[in-house]
């Protein structure tokens, strides 16, 4: 009776071990499966899923996956030959569009100089109106063009940047179409350098979209606050605007109907560059009054972008 307890415990042990030890092998085939699918995800690679077990459905489910992954592979890769023919075509069309707009340009100078009868000065005055207009927004379609291809890459160059020096240049340079429109900035800046590393170029832009669009929507009003911690916020009252449209003008090509002769790209082309730059953007809009948030938080390399001098 002993020894058929015995071998009775005999048996049940092996059949415990090769439980474990096949619940081991499952487990990390699991592992392998969940390893190898994030790392193809994220790579632009034609490697497949392989893994070390030999279990059949363990072995389908990655034959499965690998055909998903060869799906959507293919799909990313038309998905990114789409997208640079459209940033090549909308290059090409903006370059197409200078050449006639520069020589209707000069020729309207040269029809400035002429005499004219008061209409035809006045329609001359809309067809110059209207071209300067459209050379503006060919402009800015070129440069969301130049910053989404491989020619932006001017834009990706980082040095270190005074948020402060460089939102007083922006400002002064703006002062003049500000003061146009009635609008006065109230300016609050630390009394120490806020330094991040940033593309200064790239920054400018930013700047400059996100007073433009100021100039166009504000009620007379704007403040422009820089905190330490590297967080730029413009504010201003925009009547002209509601919550919606305010939750919608970083998308490309949206304008509200105020925003006539926009193209719609100004916040998208400095959102793009906020975000290149390791920074985020946000814009608010309550009780009337529209908040855009920049924020250049500190570096991984644990720099605090407060220095005493530049």
Known sequence: MNIWLWILCGVLLAVIAGLSVKIYLLRKSAREIREAFAARLTADTNRTIDISSRDRRLRELADDLNTQLRLLREQRRRYVQGDREIRQAVTNLSHDLRTPLTAISGYLDLLGREEKSPAAE????????????????????????????????????????????????????????????????????????????????????????????????????????????????????????????????????????????????????????????????????RDGWLTIRLNFPVDHTGQDGIISNI
């Open 122 to 285: 006045r329609y001359l005055d809309v067809i110059d109106e209207r071209t300067r207009t459209m050379k503006k927004l060919t402009e800015e379609l070129f440069q969301y063009s130049v910053i989404l291809s491989a020619e932006g890459e001017r834009y990706t160059r980082r040095v270190p940047v005074d948020l402060a020096s460089a939102l007083e240049e922006s400002l002064a340079a703006f002062y003049g179409i500000l003061t146009e429109k009635g609008i006065r900035p109230q300016v609050d800046l630390p009394g120490v350098p806020v330094v991040r590393q940033l593309n200064r170029d790239a920054l400018t832009r930013v700047f400059s979209n996100i007073l433009s669009n100021a100039a166009k929507y504000s009620g007379g009003d704007l403040a422009v606050t820089l905190t330490t911690a590297g967080e730029i916020s413009f504010a201003n009252s925009a009547p002209s605007l509601d919550a919606v449209q305010a939750g919608r003008l970083f998308e490309r090509f949206y304008t509200v109907e105020s925003g006539q002769g926009s193209t719609g790209l100004g916040l998208s082309i400095a959102r793009t560059l906020v975000q290149q730059m390791g920074g985020s953007i946000s814009a608010d809009y």
